[in-house]
């Protein structure tokens, strides 16, 4: 029941929003003084809250930097917790600024539903997590096998298309929530639980004896995890995907939290320069201040210093494909110029 | 009667002008502002790019289903992927509601008996089960019950071929052999043998006076019949076993645990409330009635089948509606532990094309359907016993 009543309120909202409301969202952001952001129900390493309450992670990291840009402060963002399938509709309808939670971008989502991708901040895949006991090696044994998997996910369908390309029947339990999917794997409803690596890692910390689960070496999928904005407001767009930039671009050009209010009064390097407001003003092409990337990189340092926090140091989780291009990664930012 | 009515039309008062200009302009408010909220929403979806319509539903779903009671798989369209939804929405909430019918029916009896014990019982379990939330309960049976069954490699088996274990109930499925057909001619032969056996036995009580045990009799006829074709025919029905493979129990029939919990929670908590209706219903009627009956030397099963039942039906059927209808939105609650209804299914529709308005509309239909067509079931079952009042 409690379902019907929250789509039920995402689509009053949908019905009942002003029409041209959502054509400015920094106007709307700046007047409410605060950063709706969307986030996950709880996944360790890219949205969950800690033990005083207060939401860290990657993806809640992002949230920061948007704030701090945009207003000037980290701290005023009011985090929304969004099951799977409410994401994209939370966001249509203007219940969130933007959402930063682990969502795949695909090509129906960006066209056809209301929604338009940033920027990738994680470049996921999805795996298979089975019991060490279960003594399979490889995805393709798993023939016949039940798999927990939460709804509303593109997670979902490469399960079945999983299946389907390799003549396997999986017979799929699928649950609202991710601690529900959890839950019944850990207890032994699923021989398997399916979906992104990282969060299969993250998981599997959280249980009491990790080493009694094993993640299969597959990645059926490509899963690059972008910021959600509404569709149509092409400044607030802007605005979320080159922050995302300068973030990378902090890295790229060794940028930290540390020597960023220094880097930004003795750099040398232009590029230093434009992306920090020394020369030009590169925060006004998106209305923004010109301090916008200093006031981002003090709250919540560059990417790499970002990833190190949430995922290396907690979750043991390797750069791997989201290592800098320049060191055999593929995350490569757009020149702020 | 067409008279007087014609001789009244020309002096239309003007309290009748007023009622009827006033319900024209409610009815006229109420489509305006269906209008607006129409044609609101078209623009809002319009601009914000989101599709609309109803193209969706032949296109190709994608998305696994557990449990399905028809021929699924991920390359069928959205609409059956909703149809596969329907289904076990409804086949669901059937169940639940015969079941909770028995149990309820049960309970109430429970509740009014003699017995000290019996009738505590009964209230304990009423009460629990009507005050606490539904969703507790099934999250219960679902996590804490039904997850401490052991593994399948190690499933309890009741009798041979009857497995129980965490991922759920497997029976022995039936099969046709050579001569089913055959078999299945002759059981219906039999069926309308003892049926016919019935309907004779109460003509004959009615003609005659001379009391003959039609209803045994008939099941007498029917079963002693269908047992011989079946040695007859070389026992046509075989059964496939579910035999542990790999991962899972393969073949036979299997009830899996969502739907398992779902059902059992849908059960209990409905009896619990069918039971007060029942309740309710018994103790309406006056025991002076039942006095009487006893007094004239009338057996105790006509007593209950002729005096109290059509009385106590008359207050215990409009309740059960509510509750019939209740227990068919309950079923939406099948999200929560993964079992794919209607509710499940239409939200990983929306997940996945963010067709929201159209999905809402389609839950809504049917959910308006289902209880529509209880309704008027219950109350054609209402008018029947009404009619047996004198």
């Known amino acids: ?125 999805q795996g298979f997590m089975v019991s060490a006991e279960a003594g399979i090696e490889s995805a393709k044994e798993m023939d016949g096998a039940t798999v927990c998997v939460t709804t509303g996910t593109t997670t979902e369908l490469n399960l079945a298309d999983f299946g389907r390309a390799n003549g396997l029947s999986l017979e799929p339990v699928v649950f609202e929530g991710k601690r529900e999917a959890v839950d019944a794997y850990a207890s032994g409803r699923c021989d398997a639980l399916t979906t992104d690596m990282s969060q299969l890692a993250a998981f599997r910390t959280s249980f009491a004896d990790p080493s009694a689960h094993k993640i299969l070496p597959e990645v059926i999928s490509k899963e690059p995890l972008s910021p959600l904005v509404a569709h149509g407001d092409n400044q607030w767009k802007d605005i979320v995907t080159w922050v995302v930039f300068g973030l990378i671009s902090a890295e790229e050009l060794g940028v930290t939290q540390a020597n960023v209010a220094e880097m930004a009064e003795t750099s040398k390097d232009p590029n230093v320069q434009r992306m920090l407001g020394t020369s030009g003003d590169t925060g006004g092409l998106i209305g923004l201040e010109s301090t916008w990337m200093v006031d981002a990189i003090s709250a919540v340092g560059n990417y790499g210093e970002i990833y190190d926090r949430n995922l290396t140091a907690t979750l043991g989780l390797e750069r791997g494909l989201n290592e800098l291009w320049t060191k055999g990664g593929i995350m490569y930012a757009m020149p702020i110029r | ?247 899972n129990f393969k073949g036979g029939i299997a009830m899996k645990p969502e739907f398992a919990s779902l059902l059992i929670g849908l059960v209990l908590y409905t009896a619990a409330y069918i039971g007060e209706n029942v309740r309710s219903g018994i103790q309406s009627v006056q025991a002076g009635q039942i006095e009487a009956a006893n007094a004239l030397g009338v057996s105790s099963g006509v007593v209950t089948r002729m005096v109290l039942l059509p009385q106590a039906l008359r207050v215990t059927i409009p309740a059960t509606t509510n509750d019939y209808a209740s227990l068919v939105k309950n079923s939406s609650l099948a999200v929560a532990i993964g079992y794919p209804d209607m509710v499940s299914i239409g939200g990983t529709i929306i997940g996945q094309n963010g067709q929201a308005v159209e999905i809402i509309a389609m839950w809504m239909a049917v959910y308006l359907t289902i209880n529509l067509i209880i309704s008027m079931g219950m109350n054609f079952v209402n008018a029947r016993v009404q009619l047996a009042e004198r």
């Not at chain 1, 890219?46 to 980290?74: E, K, T, Y």
């Not at chain 1, 994401?87 to 056809?112: I, N, P, Y």
């Not at chain 2, 055959?182 to 049926?195: E, H, R, S, Y």
């Open chain 1, 1 to 125: 029941m409690h379902d019907f009543m929250k789509i039920g309120a995402f689509t009053a909202a949908a019905v009942t929003a002003a029409a041209g409301a959502s054509a400015a969202t920094l106007d709307d952001v700046r007047a409410a003084g605060e950063l709706a952001c969307g986030v996950s129900e709880g996944v360790p390493g890219f949205s969950n809250p800690n033990s005083d309450g207060d939401w860290v992670g990657l993806d809640a990291d992002v949230c920061r930097a948007v704030a701090a840009a945009v207003l000037g402060d980290a701290n005023a963002v009011r985090y929304v917790p969004l099951a799977s399938k409410q994401k994209v509709l939370a966001v249509s309808s203007g219940q969130v600024d933007m959402t930063s939670r682990t969502t795949t971008w695909t090509m129906k989502r960006d066209s056809a539903e209301g929604v338009d991708f940033t920027a990738v901040v994680y470049y996921d895949g």
């Open chain 2, 1 to 247: 009667m067409s008279q007087s009515k014609s001789a009244a039309k020309p002096r239309l008062s003007t309290q009748t002008a007023w009622s009827v200009l006033s319900q024209g302009a409610v009815l006229a408010l109420v489509m305006g502002i269906v209008y607006v909220l129409f044609s609101n929403t078209q623009e809002n979806l319009a601009l914000r790019g989101i599709e609309s319509g109803f193209d969706f539903l032949g296109k190709e779903a994608g998305l696994p289903i557990g449990d399905s009671l028809i021929d699924y798989d991920p390359t069928r369209g959205y609409g059956y992927a909703f149809l596969v939804g329907i289904l076990n929405t409804l086949f669901v909430s059937v169940l639940a509601i015969i079941f909770s019918t028995i149990l309820g029916v049960f309970v109430g009896i429970a509740r009014v008996s003699q017995n000290w014990l019996l009738a505590k019982v009964a209230a304990i379990y009423v009460e629990t089960l009507r005050n606490l939330p539904l969703l507790l309960t099934l999250f219960f049976i679902y996590s804490v019950v039904l997850a401490a069954l052991p593994h399948p490699r190690a499933a309890l088996e009741l009798v041979e071929g009857v497995y129980l274990s965490k991922r759920g109930f497997y029976l022995p499925r039936p099969l046709a052999e050579d001569g089913f057909v055959i078999f299945f001619i002759a059981a219906l032969v039999a069926f309308a043998l003892g049926l016919a056996f019935w309907r004779w036995a109460v003509i004959h009580k009615l003609r005659t006076g001379t009391s003959v045990p039609g209803f045994w009799g008939g099941i007498g006829i029917f079963v002693v019949l269908t047992g011989l074709a079946y040695v007859l025919t070389g026992r046509p029905v075989g059964s496939e076993l579910p035999v542990y493979a790999g991962f």
